[in-house]
């Protein structure tokens, strides 16, 4: 599988994690977060991380230190199982989280192998983890273009995750409309709409020259006040596959630094539209083999199962926040073991319900679940076997919203047509 192919599962599952690392909060300041940049020395992490030991040992609080310092021992321990750095670097969190309620704490550990580089050294002892450099990085990955005009200045710039730049400022050199009539007013205009032609010319050079070679470009916002950009936008000044590109246009105020901050601004909007609209076309296709009945489709549960077990899915379709668990049965008694798929808001109801049911193969009121895996999980397992791609489709499109409601949340584009 390609990287960019696995990207949407890979990302689903670590946006999962650090969504549920955020919400957990220590009794007090001593839940411990490390950032270890690749090619820092994990030996260098262990010494700070000592020095820190001797600090934590002033805390007052008693229960304090001792979460503190147990903390810290625990993510040196898991420091020495790395020779070095991941390529990508690495993240421990770690801290006692109450369980249930204040003196049920567990010290929790996790480790994270950043998707992506992550280029940052930190040591942080707080209430919280802090998980807000990982999530930074997930909205890293792409760079969008800003082209802002009208018709009297331009401005390009790129968006890289936070990190704006202004690669450009023009001014046209075009005048003013004039107010005049007459002959010398119509040669005026002319003479002005030369200019400006060369003007945008000029603008799209710049553009395409800036924007086509970047890596991971993955669109172009076009602003500015009044209708000068959509001219723009309609003329040929654009190369076709920056024209392609082109996300969304919207009004601003200014064309200057003053306007680019007013189109970063509406970008986490738009981005996400960007997302919504490659989810719109995936579930269109779906919609579409379906609707010709092309045999090119399958959905639902079993069905999907099928599918992928027979390396038949080229595309897994999944609704986001699809709560289903695959739960492995087992019979206490004897070797019984079956998997039954249930819903997780009905998973503690039916665990009591098996209490006292006999085992289908030795009788004895024996069966308990042994296992739980997210269906999500399940399938993506089976997709990666395959090669099949995942996509995670949210509910935020009418499309996303009929995965949901009208194929469980579960359905598949098709390599080959099924059989029967
Ligand atoms: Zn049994």
Do not use: W
Not at 64 to 78: F, G, H, L, S, Y
């Amino acid at each position: 599988m390609s990287t960019a192919k696995k990207t949407s599962l890979e990302l689903f599952r670590l946006r999962k994690t650090l969504m549920t690392l955020a919400d957990k909060e220590g009794r007090g300041t001593e839940l411990v977060s490390v950032y270890v940049p690749p090619g820092k020395q994990i030996s260098d992490v262990i010494n700070m991380l000592r020095d820190e030991y001797g600090t934590a040992s002033n805390i007052k609080s008693s229960t304090t230190r001792k979460n503190v310092m147990d903390a810290i021992v625990k993510v040196q321990q898991r420091l020495k199982l790395f020779k070095e750095a991941p390529e990508t670097g690495l993240v421990i969190f770690c801290g006692a989280i109450p369980q249930n309620g204040p003196g049920s704490e567990r010290i929790e550990t996790y480790v994270i192998i950043p998707p992506e580089p992550i280029n940052i050294y930190l040591y942080r002892c707080d209430a919280r983890f802090h998980t807000e450099h990982l999530q930074e990085m997930l909205r890293e990955k792409e760079t969008y273009g800003i082209l802002l005009v009208d018709s009297s200045q331009a401005t390009l710039a790129t968006l890289q995750g936070r990190r704006l730049e202004i690669v450009r400022e023009m001014t046209s050199g075009v005048p003013g409309k004039t107010r005049a009539g007459g002959q010398s007013a119509r040669r005026y205009e002319r003479l002005r709409d030369m200019r400006l032609q060369e003007y945008f010319s000029r603008v799209g050079r710049y553009a395409n020259e800036t924007f086509l070679p970047i890596e991971n470009f993955k669109g172009l916002i076009l602003g500015g006040p009044g209708p000068t950009k959509l001219d723009f936008e309609k003329g040929d000044y654009l190369n076709y596959m920056l024209k392609d590109k082109i996300i969304d246009t919207i009004d601003t105020s200014y064309v200057e630094e003053q306007g680019v901050k007013e189109v970063v601004e509406k970008a986490p909007e738009i981005m996400r539209k960007v997302r919504y609209i490659e989810e719109k076309k995936i579930m269109q296709q779906f919609l579409y083999e379906i609707g010709h009945d092309t045999g090119m489709v399958t959905y639902g549960e079993e069905d999907v199962r099928r599918a992928l077990e027979s390396g038949a899915v080229r595309t897994l379709l999944l609704s986001e926040g699809l709560d289903i668990v695959r739960a492995t049965l087992k019979c206490n008694a004897c070797s019984y073991q079956e998997q039954q798929t249930v819903k997780g808001q009905m998973l503690t109801s039916f665990e009591q319900s098996l209490s006292g049911k006999p085992c289908p193969k030795c009788n004895a009121p024996s069966l308990g679940i042994a296992e739980t895996q997210d269906l999500i999980e399940n399938f993506a397992q089976l997709a990666e076997y395959t090669n099949a791609e995942v996509e995670i489709i949210s509910g935020e499109t009418e499309e996303g919203q009929m995965l949901k409601n009208s194929f469980g949340g579960i359905a598949a584009i098709l390599r080959f047509r099924a059989q029967g």
